[in-house]
Each structure stands twice: as structure tokens, then as C-alpha cells.
């Protein structure tokens, strides 16, 4: 049976953690953000403004903040998880038991840890002990769902009554919410489709044109099907919101993090600056490694994936990587 949601905490204040906050205060929840630099939480609050991550967006005055992580989750009726995936063990670590019994995880976070090629909400069910967890993906930047462009995204997991509870607690008119049956899907593709964006931002450096970025999108979804059917996954959810909505956005929008960051790794010739010349973490760059390794454990083709690693930790030249992928022996479209 679901429950009503009144307190929601979630936890991260980068720019898709605070926008979700600021939607679920909206809806009247009340809403508490978790932060690890105290001292930047009281500048939000003072400012009523994410000026790093989500700069020019008003926040409401009864969005309250902490980075006391037991004092977060206290009360908290429903979690948002949105801590990127290379922090995420070591945030939940040492979590079980403080978590109240019921509560619900909602992981929002894209990425594959690169030790154990789990998703996000395998290392959070790890940690906590907890089976209350669902994946909420689409294609959905931050600086659009805050300002209230109209954006629709899909909800999941092996709790119907979870979908239920947050599809209710953050819908709004202008941002909808279906329920899907494929968390998996719904995790996997939200991950894989940041390291395709990398590759768009590297077409765009490269001035390879508009018909290849169309290729590489088709082609990588492609990619990114046949690992998620070797996992496990339904093959539907990556032509769905999860999958190929997400995969177009990330891959043309202005707004994508990990487009921007193939792009400027590629043009200046420089990972590492690509790297330090922003505050926000590009999941695509720390993802691309453990796609290649899920590649060859569930023995999949990702023939786009192994360039674009070879072009980031290989120094490989990436306008040779493109010519290594066209003439690549052609086969049945598939």
C-alpha cells in the first residue's frame, strides 16, 4: 500500500539534485538537501541560489540544508539519492540502520562504479541493506525542469508501491512521470547514454557534421541494447525516455555536461582540462571504462565504446578512431 510522502530528503546539491529539490518544495513537501561542504550549504541558503551548479535559479525559502548525513535522513519519508556515482559508496557507507524502516530510495544518480560494475542502486541496496529502491530517469536537465520547461521522464522499481509514492510526491503539470517495469533498463541506459554524449561532443570538435552525430547516436543505441539484453534488460526501454530520449538530449543539448566535456577534451587536446575547468562531475568520462568492462564480461560488441576509451586513456588520435569505426568490416544493421 502506498504511503503519503511529506518529508523528502535528497541528497547531493549539484544542479539535478537541487532542481528536484526545489520541484518536490513546490509541491508543498517539506524538503531537505544534504550537502558535503557545509560552508557552501549556508551560501545556498543565504543566496537562495545554487551559483555553482544551477546559477540564476531562485530557491525557496523553506528548502533547508545539511551535511550532517544521520540528521538528513532522520525523518525523511522518501530519499533522493543524486551523489555521483564515484562518491556514492563512500557517502552510504556506514548508513545501515540510520535510514528509517519504510523509507524509500529514489536514485537519480547515471553511472557504473568502476571497481565493481555496479549501478548506483546495487551499491546503495549493498551498504543499506535496503530493498525500498527505484531509479528515476529521461531526458531532463536541471536548468530546464527548474526554470519549468515541460519535461517527462520514467520511474522504476521492483516496489510498485515506491513507483507509486514518488510518481505522486513530484509530479506536477509540467513534469510527468510514468511508471516503468524495468529498472535495470532504466539505470543501465542512463548511464551509457553520457558516454555516447562524450563521443557527440567529439564529433562537434572534430566539425564531422550532422550526419555522423545522427550515425553515432543510432549506432550507439544500438550498443547500448545489445549490453542491456546480455544484463538482463527489456529491449523497449531503451527506445523509450530512459534510452533514446535521454541518449538525444544529452547528445545536442547545450545543457549536457558530458557533450561539453567531449567536446573541450577533444578541441584543446586536454582531458585534464576538460576536467578542472568545471565544478560539475562529467559521469560519461568516469563511466566510459566500466562500459568497456561490462563489454567483455557479458561478451557484447560496443565497438564505439572501445574507441572512445582508447581516445581518453589510450591517447589515440580521435579523428583516426573515426576512421577505425567506418571501415570496420559492414555487416546487416542489427
Known sequence: ?????HNI????DGAWGTALAQLAVNNTHNVLMWGHDADYLEQMRARKENFKFLPGVSLSPMLDFTSDMKLAVAKADLIINAIPTIYLRKSFEGMNGIIPEGTGIISVTKGIEQETLKRPTEIIAECLGCKRIGVLAGPSHAEEVSRGCPTTVVIASADEDLTVEAQEALKTPLFRIYRGLDPIGIELAGALKNVMALTAGACAALNLGDNATAALLTRGLAEMSRLGLAMGADLTTFYGLAGLGDLVVT???EHSRNRRFG???????????????????AEGYFTAKSALDLAKKY???MPIIEQINRVLFEDHNPRTAVFELMGRSAGTES
Open 263 to 281: 567536446y573541450e577534451a577533444v578541441k584543446t587536446d586536454s582531458r585534464r582540462f576538460a576536467l578542472e575547468s568545471h565544478e560539475y562531475v
Open 299 to 301: 561478451n557484447v560488441e
Open 251 to 253: 547528445c545536442f543539448s
Open 1 to 5: 500500500m502506498p504511503k503519503e510522502i
Open 9 to 12: 530528503t535528497v541528497l547531493g
